[in-house]
Every structure is written in structure tokens, then in C-alpha cells.
């Protein structure tokens, strides 16, 4: 099930990004008394009361010296309305009210979005100053105050998040339904892709990099079962993302990644392999995602009866730190191959969420330990004292062991590729867990 996500917006030096630490409980965001420090998207994770959500740290809402200040306002404000379901607008109670926040607010009571008016830089405790009812006149109901700096407050605030949060739904009632995360830089076919499967111009094509800023998602039914597909906005290097715009869609094609099952990491077969796309294939990683790497405009390459082969066997150690993903060769134009990639999808969903008993996986790992020795040590030799799997998506799994010094990271992946080989866990990470105990 996808998080909701709370948006904390305001005019620059309000106390954003400390109030974003302060709720993640780290600190994530670069927090400076210089306007302006916080401009790439920074998101967090947050709990309260058995709610989770995502919070995301926006950079401040300012007018700038070239452009329109209402309309600048406008586009920002605008943008981080409608990637949120809840916003929090932070104020500075020494400022007091300005024109900018007066402004902002009005941008907000325009949208059906819930917003919660926080006043920041409320440090004594007690009684709200004076000052603080001022910011009744923005119109946005009760305020909360709050200090960021000392955490005052800030259970208030999110008590407030969590009354306006969507309610919880239940994973179960999508049943079979597969969501699939389209991501790749930019301009690598994304949306032609989705097109092409759809049977629609579902999204808007372009060579222009950047022509997707939105989150697309487009529900596919056919032989191989039900998917969401969700479009995303290439993603690229956070030095080259500079319009205010685009900083959004980067925050909503990693939202897309993480309510994904799968995610096809598509790549241009006439650029070949790049930076970027390793960057793009580790958040999918990271995020624990079944990933498929789609190689797409295999038409427009000229080949031989060796081509595909040479071409599989770069790619192989481009990606050697996600060695598990399969490769597809497509044409999003010509449709070539496309069959072939829901075939795939459902093959590495069901590998992303497959449960295996304590008592196989003890077989196999009895298995493999008699076929290659546990490493030692000084005379110690490793003990694994037995296995077993603490979740799915993607699958973990806890080992029991006498030294967890002595389980080195290249017995580990001995150990993951023999349950690969034995359940056939294609597409999808491997996670373990080490938990040190003494033996009886």
C-alpha cells in the first residue's frame, strides 16, 4: 500500500527543513540560516500512532527576481498541493504574518487539500505569545504551534496529520493486481512504451527530455493477468535538475518506486549503458523492488547473428551490482518483444513476494554448507545454526549464526545463490538478516 504524503511548505528561512529533521528523527535535510539552502526534493519517512507517511522537505517558496511572483508562487505552491495529501504550512512566529505567507494561504484554501498551519519558532512554553493569533488572520483555522529547534509541539502537529490523513485500505482488495513502475532517464521511451500497450496515446510523447513530469498510472488487463502501469518523469543527475517543475517529478517517480511491485528500468539501446542509469537501477534496488532492465529502440541498432549476445554480456557488468535482473531487448515503436515483457513481470512479481518454510530453506542451507565449508577464523569456524524468512517484498532472511564477524559478505552470496537456484528467484533482491547467539 503507498504512503501518504504530508508536504511541508512555506517562504524560505521559516524553519522547514529543521521541523523536517525533527519529525524523521535525523538530519536529513540541510538546515542553514542562508534562504535557499534546500532546493533538490528531500523526503523522509515518519510514524505516529501505527500511521506511516512520507514527508517531504520542499525548498522555500520565493519569488524570483525574473519571473512573476505570483505566478512563480503559483506554480510552486501549486505543484506541491497536488503531490500531497496533506499539507503542513510552517510560518514564523517572530516575522509574524508577511505578505508572502498571506499569499501562500491563499493558494492553499483554493485546493482540496487539508491544510494545517503550524507556527514555527514558538520556543518558550506555555500560553502562546500574543503574537500568535495574528496568524488566525490567514484563515487556515487553528494554528499549531511548535519549536523545531527544541521539538516543542510537534506531537500536536502530527496528532492534527494523522486526523487528515486518507484512511488505511486494505492491500487484499486489489487482489492479483500487479503495479509496474516505468522509470529510465529521460527521453528513453518511457511513455511510448505505455502508449504502445495501451493501444492509446495514453501519455505525451516528445523528444524533448522532461515531457512527463506526472505519475501516469494506466490500468492493463490481458492473458497474463491485471497491472498498473505507472509512467514516471525521467529521472536525471540532481545537478542538472534546475526547474521547480521537474524537482517535483522527481519526488513522485520515487514515490512511484516505492508503491511499485515491479520496476522495468528502461535503457537506450542506441545511448547504451550511462551513469545515470545506474543511479535510476539502484533506487529500485535500494528500495527492494523486483526490477527488470528493458532495453529499448533495439530496432534502431544495426545487427549481426552476435549482436544481442555482446550487447547482453556489457550490460551483465554494467549492472554487476544487481546481477539477478533479467534483460529484455523491445521496441516500444515497433512493439517488438512487448508480449514477452508481462511474461517477465509476473515471473519477477511472484520471485519479489514468494514466501518459501523454515524447513526447505534449513535443507538447503544443510545443503550447501556440506557442498562448501562455512569460513574460519583462527581456528573458529562459522556455525549457521539454522534459517528462516522474516518477510517478502523483498524476501529477508534471518540467519542464526555463532560469529557474525565470521559470516563474510562472499559467504552470503554463496548462500543467495544457492536459494536463487533452488526457488528461482529471478528478478528480485535478496536481503539477510545476521543475528549472533551463542550455541547450546
Same mark, same amino acid.
Request: aromatic share 10%; charged share 25%.
Given at each position: 500500500m503507498a504512503k501518504p504524503v504530508v508536504a511541508i511548505v512555506g517562504r524560505p528561512n521559516v524553519g522547514k527543513s529543521t521541523l523536517f529533521n525533527k519529525l524523521i528523527g535525523q538530519r536529513l535535510s540541510i538546515v542553514d540560516d542562508t534562504p535557499g539552502v534546500t532546493r533538490d526534493r528531500i523526503y523522509g519517512e515518519c510514524e505516529w500512532k501505527g500511521r506511516k507517511f512520507s514527508v517531504v522537505d520542499t525548498g522555500g517558496i520565493e519569488p524570483s527576481a525574473n519571473d512573476v511572483i505570483l505566478s512563480q508562487m503559483r506554480t510552486q505552491a501549486q505543484l506541491a498541493i497536488d503531490a500531497a495529501d496533506v499539507i503542513v504550512l510552517v510560518t514564523d512566529l517572530r516575522s509574524g504574518v508577511v505578505a508572502t505567507d498571506a499569499d501562500i494561504a491563499a493558494m492553499?484554501?483554493?485546493?482540496?487539500?487539508?491544510?494545517?498551519?503550524?507556527?514555527?519558532?514558538?520556543?518558550?512554553?506555555?500560553?502562546?505569545?500574543?503574537?500568535?493569533?495574528?496568524?488566525?488572520?490567514?484563515?487556515?483555522?487553528?494554528?499549531?504551534?511548535?519549536?523545531?529547534?527544541?521539538?516543542?509541539?510537534?506531537?500536536?502537529?502530527?496528532?492534527?496529520?494523522?486526523?487528515?490523513?486518507p484512511p488505511e485500505t486494505d492491500e487484499e482488495e486489489d487482489g492479483e493486481l500487479i503495479k509496474v513502475a516505468i522509470i529510465g532517464k529521460p527521453n528513453v521511451g518511457k511513455s511510448s512504451l505505455i502508449n504502445r500497450i495501451s493501444g492509446e496515446n495514453r501519455c505525451i510523447v516528445s523528444d524533448i527530455a522532461g515531457t512527463t513530469r506526472d505519475a501516469i498510472d494506466t490500468a492493463i488487463e490481458n492473458a497474463y493477468g491485471r497491472f498498473i502501469l505507472i509512467d514516471t518523469a525521467g529521472l536525471r543527475r540532481r545537478s542538472k535538475v534546475d526547474d521547480s517543475i521537474e524537482k517535483y517529478s522527481i519526488i513522485r517517480a520515487q514515490m512511484a518506486i516505492e508503491r511499485?511491485?515491479?520496476?522495468?528500468?528502461?535503457?537506450?539501446?542506441?545511448?547504451?549503458?550511462?551513469?545515470?542509469?545506474?543511479?535510476?537501477?539502484?533506487?529500485?534496488?535500494?528500495?527492494?523492488?523486483?526490477?527488470?532492465?528493458?532495453? &529499448?529502440?533495439?530496432?534502431?541498432?544495426?545487427?549481426?547473428? &552476435?549482436?544481442?549476445?555482446?550487447?547482453?554480456?556489457?550490460?551483465?557488468?554494467?549492472?554487476?551490482?544487481?546481477? %539477478?535482473?533479467?534483460?529484455?531487448?523491445?521496441?516500444?515503436?515497433?512493439?517488438?518483444?512487448?508480449?514477452?515483457?508481462?511474461?517477465?513481470?509476473?515471473?519477477?512479481?511472484?520471485?519479489?513476494?514468494?514466501?518459501?518454510?523454515?524447513?526447505?530453506?534449513?535443507?538447503?542451507?544443510?545443503?550447501?554448507?556440506?557442498?562448501?565449508?562455512?569460513?574460519?577464523?583462527?581456528?573458529?569456524?562459522?556455525?549457521?545454526?539454522?534459517?528462516?524468512?522474516?518477510?517478502?517484498?523483498?524476501?529477508?532472511?534471518?540467519?542464526?549464526?555463532?560469529?557474525?564477524?565470521?559470516?563474510?559478505?562472499? %559467504?552470503?552470496? %554463496?548462500?543467495? &545463490?544457492?536459494?536463487?537456484?533452488?526457488?528461482?528467484?529471478?528478478?528480485?533482491?535478496?536481503?539477510?538478516?545476521?543475528?549472533?547467539?551463542?550455541?547450546?
Open positions: 492553499l484554501l483554493k485546493s482540496s487539500r487539508p491544510v494545517i498551519l503550524c507556527v514555527n519558532k514558538c520556543d518558550t512554553v506555555g500560553d502562546p505569545p500574543a503574537e500568535f493569533y495574528e496568524f488566525y488572520n490567514l484563515g487556515l483555522g487553528d494554528p499549531v504551534q511548535v519549536s523545531s529547534v527544541h521539538g516543542h509541539g510537534t506531537g500536536d502537529l502530527l496528532d492534527r496529520v494523522v486526523e487528515f490523513l511499485a511491485d515491479v520496476c522495468v528500468i528502461m535503457i537506450d539501446a542506441t545511448v547504451g549503458f550511462t551513469d545515470q542509469d545506474s543511479k535510476v537501477a539502484g533506487l529500485a534496488h535500494e528500495a527492494g523492488k523486483g526490477c527488470i532492465i528493458a532495453v &529499448n529502440k533495439w530496432d534502431a541498432i544495426e545487427k549481426d547473428g &552476435n549482436t544481442m549476445s555482446a550487447y547482453r554480456k556489457q550490460l551483465e557488468n554494467d549492472f554487476s551490482f544487481m546481477s %539477478y535482473a533479467p534483460f529484455i531487448f523491445i521496441s516500444a515503436q515497433t512493439g517488438q518483444r512487448v508480449d514477452r515483457l508481462f511474461e517477465l513481470i509476473k515471473h519477477v512479481a511472484n520471485s519479489n513476494a514468494m514466501r518459501i518454510a523454515t524447513g526447505m530453506l534449513n535443507d538447503v542451507l544443510a545443503q550447501a554448507t556440506a557442498r562448501v565449508q562455512p569460513p574460519t577464523d583462527k581456528g573458529k569456524r562459522l556455525k549457521i545454526y539454522y534459517m528462516t524468512q522474516a518477510s517478502v517484498k523483498p524476501p529477508t532472511f534471518v540467519c542464526f549464526v555463532n560469529s557474525a564477524e565470521l559470516f563474510h559478505f562472499s %559467504y552470503q552470496r %554463496y548462500l543467495e &545463490n544457492r536459494i536463487r537456484e533452488t526457488f528461482g528467484l529471478e528478478g528480485t533482491p535478496v536481503r539477510f538478516i545476521i543475528r549472533e547467539r551463542e550455541g547450546k
